[in-house]
């Protein structure tokens, strides 16, 4: 289970004090915590699924790039470094990511299942991407592509 391997990854880090792997792990771990509380909230008990922590990772991984791009542009070439260094212990946890023609190649096998045939069905296509390519895909990626592949088809 992906929340025991977080976990688990603790305290060798904490042992070998690689201070950012052991900052990087207690902020997922942070927000983690925080979302099982909100899942409590709406009666929940067991916390959230594997699939709602990969959608967690991969989000975390889209913020740092963005706040790469800014420290980039700000001169600050140190903090995107510390940055990158967070993506990669995070990118750790998540499983292979696809590659742009992997991707394209799932949406229209998606679409093809789906038997989308306009931007109409693009929710129901950019759902079924979600249950069967959590943590693999950049959905954003994916969602311009069901978007130019249901345009033109």
């Given at each position: 289970m992906l929340r025991d391997r977080l976990a688990d990854a603790l305290k060798p880090a904490m042992k070998e004090r690689k201070e950012i792997t052991v900052a990087t792990l207690r902020l997922i771990l942070a927000a983690l915590k925080?979302?099982?509380?909100?899942a409590r909230g709406k009666g929940n008990d067991d916390g959230i699924s594997d699939d709602e922590i990969l959608a967690m990772l991969q989000t975390m991984v889209r913020q740092r790039q963005e706040s790469i791009a800014l420290y980039e542009q700000g001169g600050r070439l140190e903090l995107a470094a510390r940055e990158q260094e967070e993506i990669d212990i995070i990118r750790g946890?998540?499983?292979?990511q696809l590659s742009d023609d992997e991707i394209r190649q799932a949406v229209s096998e998606t679409i093809s299942q789906a038997e989308?045939?306009?931007?109409?069905?693009?929710?129901r296509v950019m759902a079924?991407?979600?249950?069967?390519f959590a943590g693999q895909m950049d959905f954003g990626k994916a969602s311009a592509i069901v978007k130019e592949l249901l345009a033109a088809g």
């Amino acid at each position: 289970m992906l929340r025991d391997r977080l976990a688990d990854a603790l305290k060798p880090a904490m042992k070998e004090r690689k201070e950012i792997t052991v900052a990087t792990l207690r902020l997922i771990l942070a927000a983690l915590k925080d979302r099982d509380i909100a899942a409590r909230g709406k009666g929940n008990d067991d916390g959230i699924s594997d699939d709602e922590i990969l959608a967690m990772l991969q989000t975390m991984v889209r913020q740092r790039q963005e706040s790469i791009a800014l420290y980039e542009q700000g001169g600050r070439l140190e903090l995107a470094a510390r940055e990158q260094e967070e993506i990669d212990i995070i990118r750790g946890f998540l499983p292979r990511q696809l590659s742009d023609d992997e991707i394209r190649q799932a949406v229209s096998e998606t679409i093809s299942q789906a038997e989308a045939g306009g931007l109409k069905d693009m929710g129901r296509v950019m759902a079924a991407l979600r249950e069967n390519f959590a943590g693999q895909m950049d959905f954003g990626k994916a969602s311009a592509i069901v978007k130019e592949l249901l345009a033109a088809g």
